[in-house]
DNA sequence: TATGAATGAGTTTTCATTCAT
DNA sequence: CATGAATGAAAACTCATTCAT
C-alpha cells in the first residue's frame, strides 16, 4: 500500500519513507554545495550525486531552487547554530586566552559558512529566498555576532574588560576573522604545513591589539 | 588593404585599431559587470553593448572568461589603485578623525570591489584565473591593506599612536568595514533614509573602540 | 478480505467498486474536459480531482488515451443522445417557427459538442480511437443529422413543406449553424450584450433563406 | 564578411542570406503542419525536417509559437488569399452550375484550411496570436464569405437570383461544404473510388436546396 | 580581421507510466 | 486492488563557440 521506495534507499528501515528522499536530496546538495558553487549545480548533476533519478526533486520540492535554499538554510542553521556553544566560559581562564578562543571558534564558523554564503551572491534570486527564510526562522542575522556581543558584555560585568558599548568590538573581531578566513580560502596556496602556527599568531596579535587599543600612553606589555 | 575595422570604431583615428577593440571590449565588459553579475553575463549582451559583432570577442581574447578576468582585473586595479590617494594624511588633523576618514575610505573601496568579488566565488575558474591574474601583477593581495599599515605606522612615527605592529591593527579596521559593507549589500531592506549618519556612527564607534581597546583601566571618555 | 475501496468512495454502498471507482474516474474526466483542453489534461490533474492516487487510472483503463476517450464518447452520447428530444414536434406551430426552434437545438448542441471535437483533431491517436468507438456505438455519425432529417420529412407529410431529399436541406440548416458557432467560439471578443439578440437575427434569416430559396420568381415576404 | 550559411542551404545561390533560412524553416513548418497537428510538432522535429540545427529557430524567431503563427499565416494568406479567383463569373453559364462552382470552389479552401484551423481550437494561446495576426493583415475573418457574398449579389443584380440578403444564403452554403469536408475529414475511411462522383451529387443536391427553398407551393423540378 | 548566423550540448521542468508496498 | 513516489524520456529554450564569407 505504500509507494515503492527510491533504489538508493532499498535496504533502509525505520525512516518514514515519505521524507527519506527528501532527506537524502537536502544531505546531496549539501554534499555538494560543499564542493561546487550554488550557481553551478544543475538538477542533474544533484539527481546523479543522489544517485536518483532525474525527475524526483519536483516530487519534493517545488523547483531547483526550493531544494537548494532548504538545504542551504538547514547548512546555515546546524553550522551557524552550533556556534554559541564553542566560546569559552566567560570568567573562566585568562581574559585575553578567551578572547582568542572566541576569535578562534569565529574563524571556524566563518570557514565553514563563507564559501556558500560568498556563492549566494551572485544569484539575486536564491540569494533572496535565503535571506527570507533566514529571517522567518529563529535565525536572525545576529546569530553569529549576538553571542559575541554576550560574552563581552559578561566579562565586562565581571568586570575584566572596560566599559563601552561591546558590540563594535565584536564586530572588529568579527569582521579581521573573516578578511584572515577570505585570505586563505582566496589564496589556498599560502597554506603551508606551519599554517596553524601563522594563523594562530595572526589571532593573538589581533586580539592583543583589540585589547589595548592603537592610542598611545598605554603599555601594552603589561598583559603580555 | 589594411583589416577592416570595426563599425563601432570608425571614425576614430590615431589608435592602433586592434588595441582599440580589444580596450572598448574590455570597458564593454566592465560597464556590465558593474550593472549584471559576472555569471549572467553572456557573449550575446557583451557583444551588443559594445555594439559590435558576436565573434569579434575571439579576435582578441582567447575566450568569454579571458575578457572578463582581464576586465575584472582592470577593474580592480584602477578602485583599488586609487584607494591609498583616499587615505588622509597622517599628521594633519586629528588623528581619531584621521582614522575614521580611513574606514571611511575602506568602506568605498570595499563597497566599489566586493559585490563583484563575491559573485566571482560562484564561477571558481574565472575565480582561479583572476587570483592568477592578480598574482603575477604588481597588484598583490596587500594592495588595499597595505597603505593602511603605511597610514598608521606615520602616526606611530609622529607619535599619535602607540607602538605595536601596525597589521593586526589594520586587519581590524578593514575587516570591520567589510563587515558593515556585507551587511548593507545582503540586507539592503535595512537601507533607510538617516542611513548615512547611523553608518558613520558605526564607524566611528569601530574607530573609537580599535582606539581605546577593550582591556579595563583606562578612560576612553579622555578623547572623545 | 475484499480488496480496499478508493478513499473517494468510502462510505458508498450497493455499487460494485470496481465499476464505481471506473464511473468516478470518467464523470472527472467529463468535468474536467469541460474545462480545459485535451491536450492539457495531465494524469495527475485528474486524480487530485477524482481525489484518488495517480495510479488507480491503469486499473481500471488501458491507458490515459482509454479513458479520455470513454470519458469523450460518453459525453458526446449523453449531449447527441439528448438532441432529438430538443427539437419541436412537427405540425405544431408554424413551419417557420419550428425550423428557427430546430435550428436553435442545432446550435445548442453544436456549442455543447464543437469545442471538445475540434480539440480532438490536435490529438490524432486520440481522434482516430475516439471515431473507432463511435462507430462501434450505436452512435453512428448520423445521430445529430438524422433526427433533423426525420423532422423535415414530417413536416413535408404533413404538407407544411414542399418535396425534395430533405438530408440537404438538414446539411445546410446545421452547416450554418456550425459555421456561426464556430465564429463565436474563434472570436469571443464579438461576443457582445445584445449577442442572444443578434444570433437570433441570424438563425432567422437563415431559415428564411433555406424556406424560400435563392431562385426567383419567389415572393418572400409572403411568409414573413 | 557574411556569417556562414547554414549547411542546408549550402549550394543555393541568389537568395539574400539572411532571410533564406527564415523561408526555408517557415516552408518546412508548413509542410509538417499538413502532416501533423500543430500540438503535436515540437522544435526537434523542425530541426530535424529543416536539416538544421535545434537552435536555429530562435535566430530568426522570438519563439516557437513565433515561428508557427508565421507559417500558419502564410499558409493561410496563400491558400485563402487565391480562393475568390476560383469562383465562376457570375452571370456566365447557368445560375446553378455556377453555383455549383462555387459551393466546390469553398470546398476546395476547406478542404486546405480546415485541418490546419481545428488543431487551433486546442492551443488558445497559438489561436490568439493567430487571429491577432490575421486582423492585423489584411486578411480579415471575412476573407472566404465576402466573395461569396459578392458572387451572390451579382447574380442578383442580374436578375438571376431573387432579392433578399445573400449573406444567410452564402452562410448556408459555405457551411454545408463545411460539413460535408468535415465529414470527410473525420471519417477518411468513407472515401472510395467513387468518392467524386458521390460528393458531387452531394453538393449538387445541396445547391438545388438552396436555390428553391423547402417553403411548398414551387415547382422545384422546373429548373431541374 | 569583422561579421553574425549556425551549431549542438546543456539547462530546467513536465508527465505518462510503473511498481513495491 | 489502491497508493503515490520513482522513473526517465521528452519538451522548449539558451548560449559559448565556430566559421564561411
Known sequence: ???RPARVLRGRAGDDPATALREHLIATARDLLAQRAVSTLTT?????AARVSD???YNHFADKHDLLVTALVRDYAERAGGFPA??????????EENLCECARAVRRVVGDVLPTAAG?????????????ALHSDPLGP????????????????????????????ATLLFGAMVLLTAGELLDPGAARADDTRDTDDHVRSVVR???????PGRDPSASS
Open 1 to 3: 500500500m505504500s509507494p
Open 44 to 48: 542533474r548533476q544533484l539527481a546523479r
Open 55 to 57: 525527475g524526483v526533486l
Open 86 to 95: 564553542t566560546l569559552p566560559e566567560a570568567g573562566s581562564g585568562n581574559v
Open 120 to 132: 549566494l551572491v551572485s544569484e539575486p534570486a536564491l540569494l533572496h529566498r535565503f535571506l527570507r
Open 142 to 169: 545576529g546569530l553569529l555576532i549576538d553571542p559575541l556581543v554576550e560574552h563581552l558584555t559578561a566579562e565586562q560585568h565581571l568586570g575584566r574588560l572596560g566599559p563601552g558599548d561591546p558590540r563594535p568590538a
Open 209 to 215: 591589539t583589540l585589547l589595548h587599543g592603537l592610542a
